[in-house]
């Protein structure tokens, strides 16, 4: 298994272009329950080519983007330059190199199953202020509709470590865990991307446990995308649903 730092490394142009993006109804959830307004300082860890962030900036949010990977981190700060709030960290989210009680929020997104969730937890307390919170949020895609069910065949078939490191090892009962006593609250957004047949393929390549060239299944993996593809397109398309799962929470010592 690739260390969980450097498994993006190759994948940033299509990442960029075809991982979906977040409902802005999150902001008026955050607004709603958790007290954000423009002045929050927000730190979004494993920002990666930073998606999420951009929603935040666009609200007039300072942010603090920590990534770990190079490459992903560096596409972030040249799509983002243009935010005068936007600031980028070298860092993971067992260590931030932020300073104590320096944010008021945390956000993860699709990134916290790749934490320490112990050593994480620590550093989240440590740099939040009193009160500050914390928001874990994951794009689930939908595993029911035919073309759904055809994908995940796909990555189960195709895929190098799919079962291992897929996220939805993160179940309730582990967000449980990290909370603690505090317990947590979450909410629930639809979500969709419309691909053509290049997008499909950009988005399984963005995967990163998605054979890449010269690995022995890429070109049967890509083979099989393109039957999937003639199945299930409508009028050379077809339609990705998922959920938004949003979890916010406050931690205590």
Known sequence: ?????????????????????????????????????????????????????????????????????????????????????FTSISGTAEGTTLKEQSVNIVTASQAFHWFDRERARREFLRILKPGGWVVLIWNNRDLVSPLAKAYEHLLRTFG????????????????????????YQ?????????????????????SSYAPEPGHPKHIPMLEALHALFSEHQTKGKVTFEYTTMVYYGQLSV
């Open 1 to 85: 298994m690739i260390d969980s730092t450097e498994r993006f490394s190759s994948r940033v142009e299509d990442y960029i272009k075809y991982r979906p993006g977040y409902p802005a109804a999150i902001l008026d959830l955050l607004n709603d329950k958790c007290g954000l307004t423009t002045a929050s300082v927000v730190a979004d860890i494993g920002s990666g080519t930073g998606i999420l962030t951009e929603l935040f900036l666009r609200n007039g949010n300072p942010v603090f983007a920590v990534e770990p990977n190079r490459e992903m981190r560096e596409a972030a700060e040249q799509l983002l330059s243009k935010y005068p709030n």
């Open 160 to 183: 190098t470590d799919y079962d291992e490191v897929k996220h939805k090892h993160t179940d309730d009962q582990v967000i449980a865990s990290f909370f603690t006593v505090n317990g």
């Open 186 to 206: 979450k909410a629930d957004f639809p979500n969709s991307q419309l691909f053509d047949l290049g997008g499909l393929k950009g988005r399984l390549l963005s």
